[in-house]
């Protein structure tokens, strides 16, 4: 699929954040000054092609109650990597959950991000993931601070 210049006007302002209202897409619609329904098809059309993978909210989960999170890196046989990455993924507290090539001075290949309101409540939810996928080979890596947090801009 090609895209055209609206399409990239559409992804320009759609890398921002969309107006709180209960109809955002009509909202860009009108900054753009085209049709609501044209937004929503063709934001249906790049992602159906594969243009746009995804479309999603970026939490604040610092101002959302949220004050500690933790990058689990686990040590994962690989043919246990898809097993494993989903239980991992399904829990509510993941908001990231990637497969990495291992190293061998870091010899971790499944990677999950952990959110909590304490380094606590991170490591209480970590040990009964741990249990439940039954790996017991893994880091810590607790967020001291956030240094940036953005989406990517494109266009």
Request: glycine share 6%.
């Amino acid at each position: 699929m090609s895209i055209d210049q609206t399409d990239k006007r559409i992804i320009k302002r759609l890398q921002g954040d969309l107006p709180l209202v209960p109809r955002p897409f009509a909202a860009v619609a009108r900054e753009l000054g085209i049709q609501e329904q044209e937004v929503i098809d063709r934001v249906a059309d790049l992602a159906a092609s594969g243009v746009m993978r995804r479309f999603g909210a970026t939490l604040r989960h610092q101002q959302s109650g949220f004050a500690a999170n933790v990058m689990v890196a686990w040590r994962v046989p690989p043919a246990d990597i898809d097993r494993v990455g989903q239980a991992l993924a399904a829990y509510r507290q993941v908001s990231h959950c990637y497969h990495r090539q291992a190293d061998p001075r870091f010899p971790y290949n499944l990677y999950s991000m952990v959110h909590g309101k304490s380094r606590d409540e991170c490591r209480q939810v970590v040990a009964d993931m741990a249990a439940e996928v039954g790996i017991d080979d893994y880091e810590l890596l607790f967020s001291e601070q956030e240094l940036k947090k953005t989406s990517m801009s494109y266009f």
